[in-house]
């Protein structure tokens, strides 16, 4: 299954993020993976057409069964705008890191949830700093990422 990029933009793949471009050919599980979120890619053999053609089919009919049901709210968005140097906006960040911080989680997980956000930075390193036993190895990169000059 291949398919190719018609917008750059930025997706979590394995929770790493990856930055796709206008053109860049992309095959296998990242390309199931890209259709099934809606990114910005356009299917280049038969077997991605069918399955992007299967999943606007479903789309539809998820549609007119909400129309008559109570609208469903997900608690972990796929999709969220990402801004890419010289790529321009584009409202896809794949599935990964969820919209509440989890105080508990490892170090590498609320950096996960943090990316390169200096709001969520600050907010995990208040968090942190709030513990009887803050964890220094997750402290000194959140302040490196809230306070980016400092």
Do not use: C
């Not at 053999?45 to 992007?52: F, Q, T």
């Not at 999709?79 to 010289?86: C, E, F, S, T």
């Not at 513990?131 to 990169?141: D, Y």
Request: proline letters at 9%; glycine letters at 6%.
């Amino acid at each position: 299954m291949r398919v190719v990029v018609r917008e750059a933009f930025k997706a979590y793949i394995n929770h790493q993020p990856e930055n796709f471009h206008v053109g860049q050919k992309i095959k296998g599980d990242t390309a199931v993976l890209l259709l099934r979120t809606r990114a910005a890619v356009d299917p280049e053999d038969e077997e991605a057409a069918e399955l992007a053609d299967s999943l606007e089919d479903k789309s539809e009919d998820d549609d007119q069964e909400q129309e008559t049901e109570q609208p469903l709210t997900p608690s972990t968005p796929a999709v969220v705008p990402v801004d890419i140097p010289g790529g321009g906006a584009n409202p896809l960040s794949p599935p990964g890191p969820g919209t509440e911080l989890d105080t508990d989680a490892s170090v590498a997980d609320v950096l996960t949830w943090v990316g390169d956000d200096a709001e969520r930075a600050a907010l995990a390193l208040a968090a942190e700093q709030a513990k009887a036993s803050p964890r220094s190895t997750l402290v000194k990169p959140l302040q490196k990422i809230a306070d980016p000059g400092a």
